[in-house]
């Protein structure tokens, strides 16, 4: 039988146990209890997982808002990213009791138990909270995600669109790149090397469905390759955890159908 072996300072260990102290003790029921991933790269440590306590009167009732308590009253080194607080940029993405989700907009009382806070799974870990996203976005600027017009912009006007030209990109334009579904595709946890992955071929789809690009034709032969795009086997996982509500398996079903298409 095939043995495996984990690579060296990969398990993750108990942490440390933040508990709330004198007037701040409550009742069971009054407090949420967060167990976070630590990780730092500096110390030869294995990563842990840390508990802290947090009072529901003393704090707002989603996980950033306890993950930005801790930091500022508890533990100032835990690391992760955040910017605007109400799910529009996609920064605070982790795996949240299994799921990937937005920490901004994850309510805490949807846990049944203690809450359980990862990084995004299948990625290097930079910090504590925080995954190496290099490889994802250098993956969405190769297809080029921007405008491709031939024609000179047509002077003080926008580029204009049908009602129906622009109802296209509804359901594209909403990504906000946070990468909870790409980080939760099996095909892109085995080959994230070489399939460019849902959140990424979402966004190339945006600019193929748009009437006012000239280059669909360039795009979609840059997409026909084995690995970049079809090693998507539908498994769906991507649509289930967008916490946008898109559907990255439909757009690249959208690309494919357009491949045979243009092959037509
Ligand atoms: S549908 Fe495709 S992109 Fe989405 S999880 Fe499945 S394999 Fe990955
Ligand atoms: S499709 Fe959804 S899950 Fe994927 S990057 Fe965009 S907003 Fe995030
Ligand atoms: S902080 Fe911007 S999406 Fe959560």
Known sequence: MV??????????KPGKIHKLKGAEEAHEKDIWRLHVYRYDPD?????RLDVFEISKDACGTKVLDALL??????????????????????SCAMNID????????KEMDDSKKDIMVLPLPHMHVVKDLVPDLSQAVDQYASVQPWLKADTPAPGERERLQTPEERAKLDGLWECILCFCCTTSCPSYWWNGDRYLGPATLLQANR??????DDHTNERLEALDDAFKLY???????????????LNPA???????????????
């Open 43 to 47: 110390t030869e440590e294995n990563p």
């Open 3 to 12: 043995e495996f072996t984990l690579p060296k300072n990969s398990k993750v």
């Open 231 to 245: 090693r998507c086997h539908t498994i769906m996982n991507c649509t289930k955890a967008c916490p946008k509500n």
């Open 98 to 105: 299994g799921t990937n989700t937005l920490a901004c907009t």
């Open 69 to 90: 308590k801790i930091k500022d009253e508890i533990d100032p080194s835990l690391t992760f990213r955040r910017s605007c607080r109400e799910g529009v940029c996609g």
């Open 250 to 264: 439909k757009a690249i079903g959208n690309i494919k159908k357009k491949m045979m298409d243009k092959s037509e």
């Open 207 to 212: 600019w193929i469905e748009d009437s006012r």
